[in-house]
Structure formats: C-alpha cells, structure tokens
C-alpha cells in the first residue's frame, strides 16, 4: 500500500493493542516503534526520526495528552493521530486543541486505521505548505550538518550571513568536525551554487606540485608538461576553491596565494603574464593559524586576508545534544546505501555513545554508525558498538573512578533503599551521620 518507508511511534499501555497496530502497520508497509509509557515514547522521539506518532490518551502516570503537548513544543513537525477505547466527545476536542490531526475509536478495522494515517500525512503537508507559503525562500542545503545544540544554531546562523558574500572565509577546528561540510553549505546555499566547488588538500601534494596544481603551467614549463594545463584557481572560476589545511602551504605558495587574493589573478608556472581569476576563496585548517603567525611559520598579511570572517567548528564532545539527530541522519543515509530500510537502533546504544568522548568527532561517529549497519541485521543494540568503543567507555566510567566517586554511589544507594533515612543508612554503612553528610557533599 505504501510506497515510502515512514516510521511510526505507538504509544499505548495495552500491550495487545501495540502489537495488533503493529502488525497492521507492517501490512501498510510502514516501519514502526513501540512504546508502552510517555517516558518510554520521549525517549524513542530524541533518538529516532519519528515521521507520525500514534498515541491512546488514557495512561498511567503521564497522559497522552502530555505527550502531544510535548511533541507539539519540541517536534512540530510529526503529525499527531489519537487512538482511544473511550469514546468521548471531550476526549476528542481536547486531542484535537493539543495538536492531533485525527481522532480514532478503539476497536477499528485495518481499513479505518489505514484512513487515518493517509489523512494524517496529507494534512500534515498540506499545513507544510501553507506556512511556508508567506516566504518563499530557496531550500537550504546544509547537507550532513544537523543539530539542535546552540552551537550548531549560531553555526547555521552564520552560514546564512556569508552565502551571499564573497567574502573570504577561514573554517578552523578539530580533524572530523566537518569543515568541508561547511564550506558547501556555504556554497550551495549562495549565488554560487551553479557554479563549480572545487576542493583542495593544501598537504595533499608534494611540495614540488603544489603550485602547478593550484596555478596551472605552460607546455614545457618542466619536464613532463607536454601540454599547457589550468590550475584549480581557473578551474573554480566564478565559483569557489576550498583550501583544505592553509596551515600546511609551505612559505612560497603562501606569498603565491597572498598575491592571487590582493591582485585577483594568477601567473601559471612557466608563463609571465597574468591572468584574471574571480574564484571565491574558503580556507580550513585543524591548527592554530594566528599562533602560527606569532611563530613566524605563517604569514602575518595572509592570515588576515584569509579570515575576514572566521567560522570556529566544534568538537563533538562539546555538542553531545546533537548526536542523537546525527546518528538518525547516519542511520538514514547507510541505511539506503547497504539496503536495509528496516533498520533501527535501540535507545540504549544512544545513551553509550553519549557517554563516549569521541576524539575523532563527526567522522568517527559516522564510520561507528556506518559500520553498525553493515555488521547488523535490521536492529542495532549494544552487542553491535565497536569492542574498542565499549572497552574505552567501561574504562573511563570503572576503572578511572575515584575513590571518593564510589563512595558517594554507594551511599547513594543505600540512602535510596532505606527510604533517604540519613540514620538508619549510617548504621548500615557503620558511620556517623556527620561522617555521612561529609560524603555526600
């Protein structure tokens, strides 16, 4: 029945009812969780790329519609569909007022349900599109840049500043932090975006190619140069040429940029007369460029050419709130590579990788991800992180814990078991009760 490969959340405590939709769900074609709790559904709505969520209203302890409510503040974009065995026309009005598209009575048929979904995703792009109607702007394409942290708003927020500039830009952060991914936002997102990108590794080439590459050269300028060739400036024309590693260019093809940036031409390698270039420049680099300058291994007059607007990226271990949104966008982009659309991951595996320090940051996040689909079948769980991933997180948590760190856990759990009893948890760890509150602090 249905084409796309949609994942739906089913909230319900009634664990016959959860399986039954289920069922019905994978007869649609659709992929589908489960949850039997609001806590429960929250915490597959932060780790998954939920596309419909189908919750009852009556719950223990938190309500569905408490659900809605948050789903409507932090997802607003999933379409809400409420199932209930209590037919009410007050249940009814008050799913509708917290953001539920459709209202469905307990028992239904396969058919009915089918209805509803459809409905569901029809509203919810018809309402798509009329609020994006007032302000018709081009689609941003910030390819494999995600994130809700604040770093990655200000980050977003930048990008937009510079696409219509042609402003010189330096990218400077850790290796896989994703600063290419950058400069092609950047890029596509600009006037630009038709025209060439093209992308340089300054420490990529031998010293010796380094200039004929990003200059071009003239028919015998060396032996080999049979015929003239264009370099990568010319090659980017009305573009733009990312520089990858600026820190790495040797002193001669630093005096060489620097002129291209001043002049706006480039003299190819063996040639005297200079030709007209109006590539936009992007620069990266994973080191320390005005230190650099202060050590004399970077020029000065370069530097600040280069970072008219300078773009910091950060690590991962820093923005750890964006991991679960990187790894749903992993998990999609693999997931179709290696022909696994059922794929999923357990929350759990989440709350691991949050745990970890992640030195290699982005990159490394998405080679673990990449590497779970590929030795996984359809579920990724805990026995599916890399042993080196789980040697290194057991090691940090365990073995590198205080002593004071220990204590205070299991006092904790002592407090825990007699109720917070301060008294009777000293008499069972056989101190005092000032002894206890010192440990606790």
Not at 44 to 65: Q, R, S
Request: charged share 25%; proline share 4%; aromatic share 8%.
């Amino acid at each position: 029945m249905n084409s796309k490969r949609e994942n739906i959340l089913i909230v319900d405590d009634n664990y016959d009812m959860l399986d039954l939709i289920q069922r019905h769900l994978k007869s649609f074609n659709y992929r589908s969780y489960k949850a039997s709790s609001v806590s429960e559904a929250i915490d597959v709505l932060k780790y998954t790329a939920i596309d419909l969520l189908i919750t009852d209203l009556n719950m223990p302890e938190v309500n569905g519609v408490e659900l809605l409510k948050y789903t409507d503040e932090h997802f607003p974009s999933i379409p809400k569909l409420v199932v209930s065995g209590l037919p009410s026309f007050d249940n009814a009005i008050t799913a509708l007022k917290s953001g539920a598209l459709d209202y469905l009575i307990k028992p239904f048929t396969s058919e009915e349900l089918y209805k509803a979904i459809k409905y569901s995703f029809t509203k919810s792009d018809l309402n798509l599109k009329n609020s994006t109607k007032a302000s018709p702007e081009v689609e941003n394409n910030f390819s494999g840049i995600v994130g809700l942290s604040n770093h990655y708003q200000n980050l977003v927020e930048t990008i937009k500043r510079v696409t219509n500039n042609k402003v010189n830009v330096l990218i400077e952060g850790e290796s896989g932090t994703g600063k290419e991914l950058i400069a092609k936002a950047i890029h596509f997102n600009g006037p630009l975006k038709n025209m060439p990108f093209i992308s340089v590794n300054c420490g990529g080439f031998p010293e010796s190619l380094v200039e004929s590459e990003l200059f071009g050269y003239t028919k015998g300028a060396f032996t080999g140069a049979s015929e003239s060739k264009i370099g990568l400036f010319q090659a980017a024309s009305g573009g733009t040429l990312f520089l990858d590693e600026i820190g790495n260019a040797s002193m001669a093809v630093q005096t060489r940029l620097l002129r291209v940036l001043q002049e706006k031409e480039i003299t190819r390698v063996g040639a005297t007369n200079p030709e007209k270039v109006n590539a936009r420049i992007i620069t990266a680099t994973n080191n320390d460029l005005y230190q650099m300058v202060l050590n004399g291994t970077f020029r000065e007059d370069l530097y600040y050419r280069i970072n008219v607007v300078n773009i910091k990226t950060t690590p991962l271990r820093e923005k750890k709130d964006d991991i679960p949104l990187l790894v749903s966008s992993f998990i999609k982009k693999y997931a179709t590579e290696y022909n696994k659309p059922d794929v999923a991951i357990n929350p759990k595996v989440i709350e691991i990788l949050l745990r970890y320090s992640w030195p290699g940051n982005v990159r490394e996040l998405e080679n673990i991800i990449q590497r779970m689909i590929v030795m996984s079948d359809d579920n990724i769980d805990i026995q599916s992180i890399p042993d080196h991933l789980k040697y290194h997180i057991h090691q940090k948590s365990e073995i590198f814990k205080s002593l004071k760190e220990y204590e205070k856990e299991q006092i904790t759990k002592v407090l825990t078991a007699v109720g917070n009893n301060k008294s009777k948890a000293a008499k069972i760890l056989q101190i005092d009760r000032k002894t206890l509150n010192q440990k606790i602090i």
